[in-house]
């Protein structure tokens, strides 16, 4: 899969599952219960012990799943992802060196940004789409809401802070998409092995942003109307 469609693909699911997990067995079993749910994304943090080798795992296993690294800390760091299989790459905040890596190597990348300053400046470097994170804590949706008004050309992730509560509001506010962690994937059904908790949770979040999608598509259709 090239990197035009792993962002088509990025952009067309919505959501992005977050994988923080105490052992790789936690982050194997989150990656197949959301997949299985379906939302064929998953972003392993490199906070996952044995990270890398849960992406490769996955890659070889999970071949309709989209597998990407999150918490890349620097360029070395992502060339290992990339050789481990990754297939998009994101981070917690901006590091220049590592967006210009990846637009080298011609892999999708969303850094961490949360200033407007940063989300020019990560756009203006090639990312393919920016990550505003933390999000509920700067305001939420009326803070993607604010960002877009200057910037609707670039695609926003929502991350930090995405939840059951604020997932569709976040999707009208104009994000391209939710980057979901423990709302999605909580620790004790990591824990406890409940996969049927963790598909319902799935089932959730692609309904929410379904229903903000289809809102969001209803207003600009009635201000056309009104035109």
Known sequence: MNKTEVRSRIEAIGIIPAVRAYSAEDARFAAEAV??????????????????????????????????AGSVLDTK??????????????????????VEYAVKENVVVFPGVLTPTEVLTA?????????????????????????????????????GGVNQQTATSFILAGAVALGVGVALIPRESMKYRQADRIRELARRF??????????????????LAGD
């Not at 994304?41 to 296993?61: F, N």
């Not at 992502?78 to 905040?93: I, S």
């Not at 990312?127 to 910037?151: E, H, M, N, R, W």
Request: proline residues 6%; charged residues 15%; aromatic residues 4%.
């Open 35 to 68: 997949s299985t749910a379906g939302i064929p994304i998953v972003e392993i943090t490199m906070t996952v012990p044995g990270a890398l080798h849960v992406i490769s795992d996955l890659v070889q296993h999970a071949p309709d799943t989209l597998v990407g």
């Open 206 to 223: 692609i309904g929410f942003v379904e229903t903000g999608r289809s809102d969001l598509a209803s207003r600009k259709e009635g201000t």
């Open 77 to 98: 760091n992502a060339r290992q992802c990339l050789d481990a299989g990754a297939v998009f790459l994101t981070t917690d905040g901006l590091d220049l060196g590592i």
């Open 123 to 159: 756009w203006k470097a090639g990312a393919d789409l920016v990550k505003v994170v933390p999000c509920a804590q700067v305001g939420g949706d009326s803070y993607i809401k604010a960002l877009k008004a200057p910037f609707p050309q670039i695609p926003m992730i929502a991350a």
